[in-house]
């Protein structure tokens, strides 16, 4: 007949065997950390600049079309030459959005997604350069006449004269 083990060897079997399981659950545990860092690496150098990139572009864009809207319902020239600059300055923001956005990798179909909306930019940029020259020529136009009228004659003598005076 067969004699007992004794419990040394049991509980060393039962050491050995979780000891094992241990080793095994660390391993599988570090392959799964190992893919959720490489996944935490895409999002903090691909999505997290690519969002903030893409949001910039899209609150500088909205900003100008804003601005441009404004610029053709000002009658002051006051009010024409600062958002005029207003409009220079957000050209500007919206180029270094476009460039901060080109240094991030992206794959072939954003890349042509964004040639896409590059070229639409480009050709509407193009109308509003036209359309602010010739706001600035029918301004002119408008002005013109108006101070030719007696009444502008008028009021532009009387400012004369309560200058002269103060």
């Known amino acids: 007949m067969r004699q007992p083990r004794s419990i040394r060897f049991h509980l060393t079997l039962v050491f050995l065997f979780f000891f094992l ?8 545990s570090i392959s799964r950390l190992s893919n959720f860092n490489s ?3 895409d999002i903090a150098e691909l999505w997290l600049p690519n969002t903030r990139v893409l949001g910039d572009l899209n ?20 009010q024409i030459t600062a958002t005029e600059k207003e409009m220079e300055q957000l050209d500007r923001s919206i180029a270094q959005a476009e460039r901060s956005y080109e240094q991030i990798r992206h794959d072939a179909a ?50 004369w004269r309560w200058r002269s005076q103060a």
């Open 21 to 28: 399981l241990v080793v095994i659950l660390g391993l599988f």
């Open 39 to 41: 996944l935490s690496e």
């Open 59 to 78: 609150n500088f864009t909205s900003d100008f079309r804003a601005i441009e809207g404004s610029n053709l319902l000002s009658s002051e020239p006051s």
């Open 110 to 159: 954003e890349n042509e997604l964004y040639a896409q909306f590059k070229e639409r930019w480009n050709d509407y940029r193009k109308t509003v350069n036209q359309m602010l020259a010739l706001s600035r020529t029918a301004m002119r136009k408008r002005r013109a006449p108006v101070l030719r009228l007696p009444i502008g004659r008028r009021f532009g003598s009387s400012v």
